[in-house]
Every structure is written in structure tokens, then in C-alpha cells.
């Protein structure tokens, strides 16, 4: 059963609050949002129908907005997921090798997931950070001016977070 | 030293925080246009400033502002786009990371002036921890009398929202971004009507880019006839510029719009020179959409002047032998870049966020990613160059909204500057895949010819 919690319940209220009344379909991204995080990282349609009940529109209202936009996955992905820029500016900063040196260390290559359900590794387009490239987004973060060794720090990191967590 | 209206305090430590800012001068403007000043009069003073949308149109902020229908009982909105998705360009980043106050205060201002009560920050959804930092601030704003009701007892209520995308360049588009606030997929409206007659939820609508809002602080405090004095000609006030590329320096500066391209890429206040000792081969000084050039037209006009970091002096020659100011994002390339494989860059970005509803746009972006990828990797014909230039001719103007000329003209300019590092993939196949072409004769002095 998908049931958001109580206080995650609060929350989408808080969010449909910031609309006029009636203008609830506005808060459809940010309650997107929200489930995403909630339910494994990913928006499986018994998600979106659920996230179209609250809001009272049409489950296919819901599915038009989480395949229109990039940051919604639409199936599984890994407990980590490294989303590396490849656009100009990051590209002839180096951005290519370390989608290379990315692949070759976890064995994967861009939109796959790690055997053991740790990582993702997908190339975005250029997010706002041309300027400490080469760079990737990590969850809510940006990890920039990357480095192989700083890639290694970064695997090594998850791999004790995942560790500590379970 | 340029003048520094925006960043002035950004270095000040806890800038971020409101008791920080405050004493540091903070919520003036707020002040004195709420209590001394009627909302026309504040706009009147956007006008007087020649305050240009520094969102990439440079449209005149203050003429859209009184553009603004004002129906009775129809609600209004400011809606600030912190989309920020061109590439090249993260300077609304770094004003809103780092001085999220002065965002907040421009829009109250702004609200004020257009009459909007409820005013909303679309902002990227990747740009995901700054809506904590914008939340916060927004929350001590309430706490402290900016925001909520009655404000400063002027009678003026606002509230400020947080929208968050979620991973879309075109919904920096205004209309896209209009549909993406009301919920639905970004696609592009059809103009007329425009936003400042029906925009989200059918409402009267202003949008504008954050350092544009950001930018009526300094105006409200000064005067905006004070604010025109800076800068030059149509080009008035501050300009955020972020540098990235191959660069000593890649950064967020803010410059008076008085200084020369050259300086900016060479002086240890800006980029400090191209990095690794290398020369400088080209560069794209406004965003991704914005026409390259060449090092040598890119440093002083086919007229032979020098060339400024303005509005005007970067569009002289038109796109011929000009380019754009744009959004600001300056994208430096070395002698050791290949234009060919830059550009497919572009071209692939351009065709991942096409909306799809046009095809020129939809099919065209595509064509365009396939040949120039084809030309990189010296699998191309010379024929393939006339076809991709052809290509780009049939989406350019020919669509719902900008992103298609966006999309092509790019792809133009590099054709129209770097023909032969094109022709040079095509006659070089196998040596295109070990090495670049080189600098080349694209930083050589070009002839001025004397009309
Ligand atoms: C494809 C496309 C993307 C755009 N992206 C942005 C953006 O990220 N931020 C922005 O402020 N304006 C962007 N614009 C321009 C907006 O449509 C609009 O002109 C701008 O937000 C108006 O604000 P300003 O007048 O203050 O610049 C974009 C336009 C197009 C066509
Ligand atoms: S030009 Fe491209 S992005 Fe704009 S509306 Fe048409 S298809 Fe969509
Ligand atoms: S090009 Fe990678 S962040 Fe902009």
C-alpha cells in the first residue's frame, strides 16, 4: 500500500497551500518530488496514481509531467546516483574522462546500475556549474572540480555510508 | 575596480542570514519605496535606470513592468525565473546561494510596484539545496516584518514561494515555465497573449530572471537616474558575468559594462588569462545560444575597435562579425579545443531539451546532433557541412518559441567562423580522431577594410 506518512502528509499540504485555492495541479512537481524520496527513488505508476489522488486530477495528468521532465526516473535506479555533466563547457574541462574513469571503477556504463544496487551512473546536461567543472549532482548536492581521486573518495564514502545505514 | 552593486557584501560572513544583512544596510529599498514611494513610482524609477532583463533577452525591465495589465479583482504575479539552465551561465546561482536576501528584497520591491501578493522563484529542481537557503531566508523575512501582512504598515501584503522544477532548460522559456508552475509539461505558449495580459492561471503575469529583481535593490536605494550613470549607453548599471572555460579564474564577476573583452579575459581582477599558459582560440561570451567567435573578432570589432563588455559592442556586426551579451555565461576555449566537437556538444544539449511540439525544432535539433557528431568523428562528408547549414537556416524562425533559434544559431556561427576546421575533419578522417586542429589563423589580426 503507498501511503505517504503523516508528516510527509503535512508537508504536501504545506505545498498545495503555497498555490491559490483551486490550483492544486501546481503542486503535482513538488509532491512528484517528494514521492520520488519517498518510495525507493523512482516513480512506479501505482506512485503517480497515488500522488494524482491527492491532488485530485487525473492519474494521466501525473504521467504527462513525470515523463516530460529529466530529474523524474522512471524506472529503478541505484541507492547513489551519479549524474555527471557532459556539456561544452565541462567537456573541455575534462568531464569525458571522468565519465570514463567513473565507468571503468564501478563497471557500468552511462544509465546503468551497479550489480549490487548501489550506484547509477547517467550524463546530464550542463546544471549550473560550468565554472567548477568537471562536476556531477549526488541527491540533493553537487560534488564539483572532480578529480579521479576525488571520485574514489566519493565511492569510498557511500560505499561506509550504505554500510553504517543498513 | 568596477563597481560592485550586487556582490558588494557577498563576502561578508553570514551574508546568508538576515540580522547579517540587515546590518550591513539590508531591506533599505524595502523602506523607502513602502513607505515614501506609490508602486508607479517605483517603476517609474526601474525606467529611469535603462535596467535591461539580464535573463538573456535584455528586454527593458521597467517598460515590461508598466506593460502590466491590471484588471479589477484579477490577482497579479511576479514570478522570478531561477531556471538557469543555459550553459555557460551559473551567476543567479551564486547570487542566491550566497546573498539570498537580495533576492528576497527585490521582490518585495517589485511585488509592490506590480501589486502582486503572492510572488513565486521558479528555480531549477537540480539547484535543489538552494531552496533551503531561499526557504530560510524567506522565513526570517516573515519573522523580521518583510513579508505576510500589513508590511512595514503600508497596507501591503506579500508572500514569497518557492517553486521547484524539475529538470527542464526549456522551462526558462517564460510561457514554458508559466504551464511548469501551473503543473503541466513545459511546452511553450503561443504569444499573444503575452504573460503581462494572461500569464499563470490566467493572471496578469511579470517574469523576470533573479539578477534582473535583484538589481532594483541598488536602483530603489540610489535612484534610478544615479543607476544609469553606470555602465554605458543602453547598457547601464552592473552585469553578472560567469566565466568558465579555459580560464586561470572561472568565476561569478560582476563588471560596469565599461571595461573590454580582452581585459576581462586577461586581468587578474576577472578570468586571469587562459589557463595552462595557452592561447586563446575562441570564445562564446553570453550563454551557449549566443554566436562563437573567433579569438580575433572576438577582441576587436571587423571595424577594427576594440570590443567591450557591453550590449551594444558585443551585437556590432550583427551576427556576421558579432555576437551576444546574452545571459552572461562566458565560455572560454584554448588552442587546443576543437570547435567541431564543442558545437556537438550544443547541438546534443539543444536536442534533449527540444519540447517537441515544433518540428523544425524537434527533427532539426536531431539532424543537427547526428551530422555534427558525424564531422567529429571524421565520418562526414563535405556535403554533410551545406546540409547542417541548411538545416539550422530551416528551424531559425520558423517555431513556437526562441529554443529553436537557439538551437541554430550556435551551429551558424560555428560554420561561419571555423568552415575549414569543419572541412579539415572531413579531409583528415583519421587524423581528426588523434588530434585537434589547432589554433589555426583564428587569433591572426584580420584586415580591417576602411568603408
Ligand atoms: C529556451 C529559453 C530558455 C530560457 N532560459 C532562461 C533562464 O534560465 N533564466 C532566465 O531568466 N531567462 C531565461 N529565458 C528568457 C525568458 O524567456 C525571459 O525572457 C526572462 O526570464 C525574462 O526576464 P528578464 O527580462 O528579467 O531577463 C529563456 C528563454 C528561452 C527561449
Ligand atoms: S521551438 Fe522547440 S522548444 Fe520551443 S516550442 Fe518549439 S519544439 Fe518546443
Ligand atoms: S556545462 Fe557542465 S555544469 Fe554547465
Known amino acids: 500500500m503507498i501511503q505517504f506518512s503523516d508528516s510527509k502528509l503535512k508537508e504536501v499540504e504545506k505545498i498545495i497551500a503555497r498555490y491559490p485555492q483551486g490550483k492544486q495541479k501546481s503542486a503535482v512537481i513538488p509532491v512528484l518530488h517528494l ?41 529503478p535506479v541505484g541507492r547513489y546516483m551519479f549524474e555527471v555533466c557532459q556539456t561544452g563547457p565541462c567537456m573541455i574541462s575534462g568531464a569525458d574522462n571522468i565519465i570514463d574513469y567513473i565507468g571503468k571503477k564501478l563497471g557500468i556504463k552511462p544509465g546503468e546500475t551497479t550489480s ?12 549550473g556549474a560550468c565554472g567548477y567543472a568537471p562536476m556531477m549532482q549526488m541527491g540533493k548536492h553537487y560534488k564539483e572540480h572532480l578529480t579521479p581521486q576525488r571520485v574514489d573518495e566519493i565511492v569510498d564514502e557511500c560505499r561506509r555510508n550504505a554500510a553504517s545505514n543498513n | 575596480m568596477g563597481r560592485k552593486l550586487l556582490l558588494e557584501k557577498a563576502h561578508v ?7 547579517v544583512y540587515r546590518r550591513e544596510g539590508g531591506y533599505r529599498s524595502v523602506e ?67 546573498l539570498p536576501h537580495i533576492l ?47 508590511i512595514l504598515g503600508s497596507g501591503f501584503d506579500c508572500d514569497i514561494f518557492v517553486h521547484r522544477g524539475a529538470g527542464a532548460y526549456i522551462c526558462g522559456e517564460e510561457t514554458a515555465l508559466i504551464e511548469s508552475l501551473e503543473g503541466k509539461r513545459g511546452n511553450p505558449r503561443i504569444k499573444p497573449p503575452f504573460p ?41 548599471g552592473t552585469k553578472l558575468i560567469s566565466a568558465c572555460g579555459n580560464i586561470n579564474k572561472p568565476g561569478v564577476y560582476e563588471i560596469d559594462m565599461t571595461i573590454s573583452v580582452e581585459e576581462f579575459i586577461y586581468s587578474d581582477e576577472y578570468c586571469g588569462g587562459v589557463a595552462n599558459g595557452k592561447r586563446l582560440k575562441a570564445c562564446i561570451p ?38 551576444m551579451m546574452g545571459s552572461g555565461g562566458f565560455i572560454v576555449l584554448d588552442e587546443d579545443q576543437c570547435v567541431v566537437k564543442h558545437t556537438y556538444t550544443l547541438a546534443r544539449f539543444y536536442r534533449h531539451e527540444s519540447c517537441g511540439q515544433c518540428s523544425p525544432c524537434r527533427e532539426g ?86 568603408a
Open chain 1, 35 to 75: 514521492a520520488q524520496q519517498e518510495f525507493g527513488g523512482w516513480l512506479d505508476v501505482p506512485v503517480m496514481d497515488y500522488v494524482a489522488s491527492l491532488l485530485s486530477i487525473t492519474p494521466i495528468e501525473v504521467y504527462e509531467v513525470a515523463t516530460f521532465y529529466s530529474m523524474f526516473n522512471l524506472k
Open chain 2, 365 to 450: 535539433t536531431g539532424w543537427m546532433e547526428k551530422l555534427l557528431l558525424r564531422l567529429d568523428r571524421g565520418q562526414g562528408k563535405m556535403s554533410d557541412i551545406d546540409l547542417l547549414w541548411d538545416i539550422q537556416r530551416k528551424i531559425e524562425g520558423n517555431t513556437i518559441c526562441p529554443l529553436g533559434d537557439a538551437a541554430a544559431w550556435p551551429v551558424a556561427a560555428a560554420i561561419r567562423h571555423f568552415r575549414d576546421e569543419f572541412e579539415w575533419h572531413v579531409l583528415n578522417p583519421e587524423e581528426c580522431t588523434r588530434r585537434n586542429y589547432g589554433l589555426a589563423h583564428y587569433a591572426d589580426p584580420l584586415e580591417v577594410t576602411v
Open chain 2, 104 to 150: 528576497i528584497e527585490g521582490m518585495i520591491v517589485a511585488s509592490y510596484a506590480l501589486g502582486s501578493n503572492r510572488s513565486y522563484i521558479y528555480i531549477r529542481g537540480e539547484y535543489w539545496w538552494i531552496v533551503d537557503i531561499l526557504e530560510q531566508a524567506i522565513e526570517e523575512a516573515r519573522n523580521n516584518g518583510f513579508l505576510g501582512k500589513n
Open chain 2, 196 to 236: 503581462a495580459i494572461k500569464g499563470v492561471w490566467d493572471c496578469p503575469t511579470v517574469v523576470n530572471n533573479v539578477e534582473t529583481i535583484s538589481a532594483v535593490v541598488p536602483i530603489i536605494n540610489e535612484g534610478g537616474e544615479e543607476y544609469a550613470k553606470i555602465g554605458v549607453g543602453k547598457s547601464t
Open chain 2, 286 to 323: 553570453g550563454g551557449s545560444s549566443v554566436p562563437i567567435l573567433p579569438a580575433n573578432l572576438l577582441l576587436k570589432t571587423a571595424k577594427g575597435e576594440t570590443r567591450m563588455m557591453n550590449y551594444e559592442s558585443l551585437s556590432d556586426g550583427g551576427f556576421a562579425t558579432g555576437t
Open chain 1, 116 to 127: 549490487d544496487g548501489m550506484f547509477t551512473l547517467k550524463t546530464v546536461e550542463c546544471l
Open chain 2, 32 to 98: 523607502k519605496a513602502l513607505k515614501t514611494m506609490n508602486p508607479d513610482a517605483v517603476t517609474e524609477e526601474v525606467k529611469k535606470s535603462g535596467l535591461r532583463g539580464r535573463g538573456g533577452a535584455g528586454f527593458p525591465a521597467g517598460m515590461k513592468w508598466s506593460f502590466l495589465a491590471k484588471p479589477e479583482g484579477v490577482p497579479r504575479y511576479l514570478v522570478v525565473n531561477a531556471d538557469e539552465s543555459e550553459p555557460g551561465t551559473f551567476k543567479d546561482r551564486y547570487l542566491m546561494e550566497f
Open chain 2, 13 to 19: 560572513e553570514n551574508i546568508r542570514h538576515f540580522d
